[in-house]
């Protein structure tokens, strides 16, 4: 899936007001977190997670692993924040367009 500049600038600016929901640590990334983001997103197709200072990866290295396990997008990773989109097929809640 791929998305153009607009819609990725839309995304960010959703992003802005929501929560982080998910924070990753010092361990290696495990299966049961690569279930979790699944899970959260189908719920909510946008998440904003965080990297702890402790963790081996960076937030855009965290990112891009994450969107290739999930088949999501890395919209984003500044600092040790990162976002991630992917649209739910059955039921979509955000629109794009």
Do not use: H, W
């Amino acid at each position: 899936m791929e998305i153009t500049s607009k819609q990725r600038a839309k995304l960010r600016g959703m992003a802005q007001n929501i929560e982080t929901i998910a924070q990753f640590g010092k361990n290696e990334l495990s299966p049961e977190q690569i279930v979790m983001v699944e899970q959260m997103l189908t719920k909510r197709e946008l998440i904003k997670c965080s990297v702890l200072e402790n963790s081996p990866y960076t937030a855009r290295e965290l990112a891009n692993m994450l969107a290739e396990e999930t088949g999501a997008i890395a919209v984003d990773a500044i600092g040790r924040k990162f976002v991630l989109y992917r649209r739910n097929e059955k039921e979509p809640v955000i629109s794009l367009d």
